[in-house]
């Protein structure tokens, strides 16, 4: 069990405005992985992604804590992501500058054999083995929708002027709701979480053929990041890595 991560703000946007998380516990098969990609303006995004994810942290560490690991993963996973949008929804409110920010969440919850994966917006959640890898998130976003109801494919909606266009995120509203699945992650697979500036740029083979074939699993995220930049790098770029 390992994981490791790279944020950058690519090569055109002047703040990074995604933030990340990972967190291995061995000795006890625990892990916790977050990527947040803020919106809102130059200030506002950066304290979304960062207040989204220091909510969610404290929230699941509070509970692991006072259950002695023996937590609901549901319904651990729903109460922080509340806690998330209502420390984002809130200081929102009281900060003129900060008004109307919100954030996108993809995440992974692992304890044992047993592997909860999360998300809110358009940040994504890859499962990855030597010959497969699989979307596991569902966008919230227009162009999905789009895409589910049969009037684009999917070539039309990775070029289409919309596709950034999210149709839920943290502390836009007072209220929110997250997809949770469940993966069968074995011993060796790997989790990727990925903000869109990653998934825009670079197709679902390149980032399956980087993580199986491209070296050291302690050096891929790095590797992902090049490939961004040599394309340009319009937006954020943030990558989580997780092997079991």
Same mark, same amino acid.
């Given at each position: ?14 703040? +990074?405005?995604?933030?990340?998380? #990972? =967190?291995?516990?061995? *000795? ?8 947040? /990609? ?7 995004? +950066?304290? #979304? ?6 909510? !969610? ?10 259950? +002695?690991?023996? !937590? ?9 992501? &509340? ?13 003129? =500058? ?13 304890? /044992? ?8 917006? %358009?940040?994504? #959640? ?9 979307? $596991?998130?569902?966008?919230?976003? $227009? ?28 502390? &836009?509203?007072?209220?929110? =709701?997250?997809?949770? !699945?469940?993966? +069968?992650?074995?011993?060796? %697979? ?10 825009? $740029?670079?197709?679902?083979? *390149?980032?399956?053929?980087?993580? $199986? ?5 302690? /050096? ?21 890595? !997780?092997?079991?």
């Amino acid at each position: 069990m390992n994981s490791w991560t790279i944020t950058s703000k690519g090569a055109v946007r002047q703040q +990074n405005q995604d933030a990340c998380f #990972a =967190e291995c516990d061995p *000795e006890r098969n625990m892990a916790l992985l977050l990527v947040c /990609d803020g919106m809102g303006g130059a200030l506002a995004g +950066n304290v #979304a992604s960062n207040k989204a994810l220091e909510a !969610f942290v404290e929230y699941l560490k509070r509970e692991d804590e006072n259950s +002695n690991g023996r !937590f609901n993963m549901v319904i651990t996973i729903e109460n922080a992501i &509340t806690a998330a949008n209502e420390s984002v929804f809130n200081h929102s409110n009281t900060c003129p =500058e900060c008004k109307g920010m919100g954030t996108t969440m993809v995440g992974a919850l692992i304890m /044992d054999d047993r592997t909860a994966v999360f998300n809110v917006g %358009d940040s994504r #959640a890859y499962h990855i083995r030597p010959r497969s890898i699989k979307k $596991i998130t569902v966008d919230h976003s $227009i162009v999905e929708e789009l895409v589910l109801r049969g009037d684009i494919t999917r070539e039309q909606a990775a070029r289409h002027p919309g596709r950034n266009l999210i149709t839920r995120a943290i502390g &836009t509203e007072a209220d929110v =709701e997250c997809d949770i !699945f469940f993966p +069968n992650i074995r011993h060796g %697979d790997y989790l990727l979480l990925c903000s869109d500036g990653l998934s825009n $740029i670079v197709t679902e083979k *390149e980032i399956m053929d980087e993580v $199986i074939k491209g070296g050291a699993p302690d /050096d891929c995220c790095r590797r992902l990041l090049d490939i961004a930049m040599q394309r340009g790098a319009p937006d954020n770029v943030t990558v989580v890595l !997780f092997r079991k």
